[in-house]
């Protein structure tokens, strides 16, 4: 497992250059999973939550993408790691039970919440310039 992740880290993309120091170049990562890099700034249909960004900090050449979430836009400390499937991150929310679904549109990130009881939240977000 550990050689699996080291592995999948050599292969993302940076966004961050003082943070890949030494890192022996990067692959090409398709298009349809570069698209998602970036932070994200939008608000959800339902709820009082304000601003939240997604940050996407890195997709590797498999399309695995490093994911983190907050209502802020300093870099989270966890991050969780997600494959790209068919232009679509699709994973756990933080409610048990709940799904989470990300898709790239145009210039926006669409993001649909689902929990088990049906509830139904959605949001889309923008590329957050610098201070946003």
């Given amino acids: 497992m550990a050689h699996k992740m080291h592995r999948l880290l050599l292969a993302a993309v940076c966004l961050v250059p003082h943070l890949c120091l030494g890192q022996e170049g990067t692959r090409s990562v398709p298009p349809e999973c570069a698209r998602f890099l970036g932070l994200w700034s939008g608000t959800l249909s339902l709820g009082f939550y304000g601003k939240q960004r997604i940050h996407v900090t890195q997709v590797s050449d498999q ?17 969780s790691q997600i494959p790209i ?19 790239v549109k145009e210039d926006a990130l669409h993001l649909t919440v689902t929990t088990p009881s049906g509830f139904v939240n959605t949001g889309v977000f923008r590329k957050a310039p610098p201070g946003q």
Avoid at 85 to 103: D, I, K, N, W, Y
């Fill in 63 to 79: 399309c695995v993408a490093t994911l983190a979430y907050s209502p802020t836009e300093a870099m989270p400390e966890s991050s």
């Fill in 85 to 103: 499937q068919a232009g679509v991150m699709t994973f756990a929310c933080s409610v048990p039970g709940s799904t989470c679904r990300l898709e």
